[in-house]
């Protein structure tokens, strides 16, 4: 369904090698469609292990059939660099292994880009919203996903809410970026697929640009305000953004992700601008706030966009600022969002429940110490929210050091290999110019790998492992 608009585009401009690329990409994805319906069709509900298993599959199965189009374009070296291009669009991590980006043809651009608006709403959602006719077994599928949060009491009317949030979104942000790109002298179709493009990447939080100077190639400060403004609300929990919508603002100031979000972007701001200020590598107060903020920004909310070179983070920005840059991606945004990363409300969580066990051991022995955090509503903190902040939290550092070592041991710069893991894992997008298609094949899997974890954060992807080993051993 995702490939007939960027089709529709190839056959708009005439580029009729792309065209019958995606025709064919189609064929195989109806005969697998229909197969797999044919061959596994059953009236059971799903189980919770069955929901967890089906949305983690379905991202490996949209993965292989996804990398059709970009394989036969020919700008790709091998079905795995085309595999690790789709994952990192459907994971919104915005890394990429095509070559000659700056030439390629509009409707695979299209596609590139629509890949990564469809993965910041969730492959399930999107199932869920167009394709389920009714609710048995969808939410277990929709938690598999990462998303745990009901807009509305009806999961597959919560899943309409997300799409209509994001497409009222989509029209307001690409005028804005259009007549941007207008005053800027792009011509008025150039000029419009630029901003849908640009919208769709930022939106989604999942960095991919149509040119390969990523957003550094508008020279534009209007053009990067828009886009900042854009990618911070994509990165905010689509609960938020109902909230809000349905009259609730005040919760903006006063949600446990928002409070999260100004604190640790800050403090991360902060820090990369003393590194640099004292490093002395922007002329003026004005040029430093402005770069530092933007990669910030774009890194704390895994967006990804740039308006720097990629090895000037190496050769500019020294290891203080890369260090503030990769613990920015490794919070990342918020839970239910577009975003990835560890999430402000774990950050909250722990933060909350560290600060309860000090007031615990400095009061009376018969003081009961209690506490809560504001999320849409007041939660009162509890072991069991505690534990799974801390348990996923674990697995996030586990990944990215596993990932920085193997770095390592390809010769990288410790520093370098974790700023590229961490951005790999937590969807971010930013790089310091590890990820080339000269890469090793072996890093090339770990960072598909680790987009894969890092997007559903782990839990569906163990219950398939899981589900493939008893497969083997025949229960």
């Given amino acids: 369904m995702l490939m007939v608009l960027p089709l529709v585009t190839s056959v708009a401009f005439g580029e009729w090698d792309t065209a ?34 089906v949305a983690s599959g379905s991202w490996v199965v949209a993965t292989i059939l996804g990398a059709l189009p970009h394989w036969l374009s020919g700008h790709e070296g091998s079905y795995l660099d085309a595999m690790f291009d789709v994952m990192s669009g459907y994971t919104t991590t915005g890394l990429y292994l095509l070559q000659d980006l700056d030439h390629i043809a509009h409707g695979l651009n299209m596609w590139r880009h629509l890949l990564t608006y469809a993965g910041g709403q969730g492959i399930v959602v999107i199932a869920l919203t167009f394709l389920f006719k009714g609710t048995a077994g969808a939410y277990k599928v929709y938690v598999g996903e990462g998303k ?25 942000g690409t005028l804005a970026l259009w007549v941007t ?59 938020l953004h109902w909230a809000v919508w349905t009259g609730k603002r005040r919760e903006i100031v006063r949600n446990v992700e928002t409070i999260s979000f100004a604190i640790t972007l800050s403090l991360t701001v902060l820090i990369a601008t ?36 990629a090895r000037a983070f190496v050769t500019q920005w020294g290891p203080v600022g890369m260090i503030a840059t990769t613990i920015a991606m490794a919070i990342g945004a918020s839970a239910c969002s577009t975003g990835g990363g560890i999430k402000g409300i774990r950050m ?24 809560k955090f504001h999320h849409v509503k007041d939660v009162a903190l509890d072991d069991g929210l505690v534990r799974t902040a801390f348990t996923i939290t674990v697995l996030y550092v586990t990944l990215y050091g596993a990932g920085a070592v193997l770095g390592s041991l390809h010769g990288i710069p410790f520093v370098d290999s974790a700023f590229e893991i961490v951005s790999a894992a937590s969807n971010t997008g930013l790089s310091c110019g590890v990820t080339t298609p000269m890469m090793p094949w072996d890093m090339k899997v770990v960072y598909l790998i680790a987009m894969w974890l890092g997007r559903l954060e782990f839990m569906s992807v163990f219950a398939l492992f899981g589900f493939l080993v008893s497969m083997v051993r025949g229960r």
């Fill in 20 to 53: 019958l690329d995606f025709v064919i990409s189609i064929g195989a994805c109806l005969t697998f469609g229909f197969g797999s319906q044919l061959l596994c069709r059953t009236e059971k509900d799903l189980d919770w292990s069955h929901g967890l298993v």
């Fill in 148 to 172: 745990d949060e009901r807009l509305l009491p009806n999961v597959v009317q919560t899943a309409r809410a997300i799409w209509l949030v994001s497409l009222t979104y989509l029209v307001i």
């Fill in 181 to 239: 790109a207008m005053f800027l002298g792009q011509e008025p179709v150039r000029g419009l697929l630029h901003a849908l493009w640009v919208f769709m990447g930022a939106w989604s939080t999942g960095g991919f640009a149509p040119q390969s100077y990523n957003t550094l190639y508008y020279h534009s400060l209007s053009y990067e305000v828009i886009s900042v403004i854009i990618f911070i609300a994509g990165s905010f929990n689509f609960a």
């Fill in 274 to 309: 003393f590194a640099l200020a004292k490093a002395g590598v922007y002329p003026d107060a004005m040029a430093l706030f402005r770069k530092a903020f933007y990669q910030l920004a774009s890194g704390h909310t895994t967006t990804g966009f740039s308006t720097i070179y």
């Fill in 348 to 371: 909250g969580v722990m933060t909350k429940a560290i600060l309860q066990d000090i007031r615990k051991l400095i009061s009376p022995e018969s003081a009961v110490v209690r506490a």
